[in-house]
């Protein structure tokens, strides 16, 4: 008896084709590889779909950077949104290690600057 790798039927040992499922009978060590390929390929789409959802944050982290410049200019609340930016850009650049993300990270800080100086200003006067 040859168990198929694909969904562990007992096949007889002339079956070219598993009964079940169709899948082309092969050695142990056969088998063995085609299934290590999967994992591989099944951990390299993991990790693109992971990178996928980072790139998406980065671009959010930017459009929170300069809405909170803007905000800090125009009300001067905008330190919360600046605040997500810095955040969400520095995080997506160091686990990306892209430098896009710098800017996220940069206009991010300076809307906490200027949002942080606006309601110091706003404090002592
Ligand atoms: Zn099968």
């Known amino acids: 008896m040859i168990r198929c790798y694909n969904c562990g039927t007992e096949n007889?040992?002339?079956a070219k084709f598993c009964s079940l499922c169709g899948t082309?009978?092969?050695s142990e060590a056969e088998?063995?590889?085609i299934l290590e390929q999967r994992e591989k390929q099944k951990q390299e789409e993991i990790k693109l779909r992971?990178?996928?959802n980072l790139k998406r944050m980065?671009?959010?982290s930017l459009i929170f950077?300069?809405?909170g410049i803007i905000l800090d200019f125009i009300f001067g609340i905008g330190v919360i949104f600046s605040l997500i930016g810095f955040i969400m850009g520095l995080k997506v650049y160091i686990k990306l290690k892209s430098q896009n993300y710098l800017w996220s990270v940069f206009l991010g800080s300076l809307g906490l600057i200027f949002g942080v100086l606006y309601l110091f200003l706003l404090v002592i006067n």
């Open 50 to 52: 992971y990178e996928d």
């Open 12 to 14: 007889t040992d002339e």
């Open 65 to 67: 950077a300069v809405l």
């Open 24 to 26: 082309k009978i092969v």
């Open 31 to 33: 088998a063995q590889l």
């Open 58 to 60: 980065g671009d959010r």
